[in-house]
T-cell receptor, first 112, second 111 residues
């Protein structure tokens, strides 16, 4: 297993466009997390899944954001009608029952 | 909100020990202290965690005070590759609470 993979590594999009990011967790891990990180700040929790169920969502996750984890494997994070304030690094992590967090290298989104 | 307080930045000479402090005065009895670090353009990486006893692994040592209100992460022989942001996190060991990150300490190891 090569760890947590995120795709793409970088994304530049125009304001108002929709974007989708993908995360492939460690195969034995049943939990998957999404975080957002802006410059100079620590990662901020967005949401997490246990298997295919979305168990918790942060108030940071506006209605323009949606995450899915079909079949409890990979996950996607979609942002609709992107705004400049959405520019950030989006990090994915996985764990087994909340232990052994492993983070991916992130997707850097730039909204122009 | 993060339950920890860390200095914004620190410098350390290469080859010397780096001692990174963390205050967590409101820690409760079932909460562990975790340390992660984030090297530029990468995701956070687990370093070590502990409850009340001192812990050591191949990366670092964790010293927790007897009252558990503060701790120190020690990198015994810092190298340039240890330059990173270090996060101290207090978390229940139930596993159900996602990791909550503060701003961390930016450690610069200087040749």
């Amino acid at each position: 297993d090569t760890g947590v993979s995120q795709d793409p590594r970088h994304k530049i999009t125009k304001r108002g466009q929709n974007v989708t990011f993908r995360c492939d967790p460690i195969s034995e891990h049943n939990r998957l997390y999404w975080y957002r990180q802006t410059l100079g700040q620590g990662p901020e929790f967005l949401t997490y899944f246990q298997n295919e169920a979305q168990l918790e969502k942060s108030r940071l996750l506006s209605d323009r954001f949606s995450a899915e984890r079909p079949k409890g494997s990979f996950s996607t994070l979609e942002i609709q009608r992107t705004e400049q304030g959405d520019s950030a690094m989006y990090l994915c992590a996985s764990s087994f029952e909340g232990y052994g967090y492993t983070f991916g290298s992130g997707t850097r989104l730039t909204v122009v | 909100d993060a339950k920890t307080t860390q200095p914004t930045s620190m410098d350390c000479a290469e080859g010397r020990a780096a001692n990174l402090p963390c205050n967590h005065s409101t820690i409760s009895g079932n909460e562990y202290v975790y340390w992660y670090r984030q090297i530029h353009s990468q995701g956070p990486q687990y370093i070590i965690h502990g409850l009340k006893n001192n812990e050591t692994n191949e990366m670092a040592s964790l010293i927790i005070t007897e009252d558990r209100k503060s701790s120190t992460l020690i990198l015994p022989h810092a190298t340039l590759r240890d330059t990173a942001v270090y996060y101290c996190i207090v978390r229940s060991n139930s596993g159900n609470t996602p990791l909550v990150f503060g701003k961390g300490t930016r450690l610069s190891v200087i040749a």
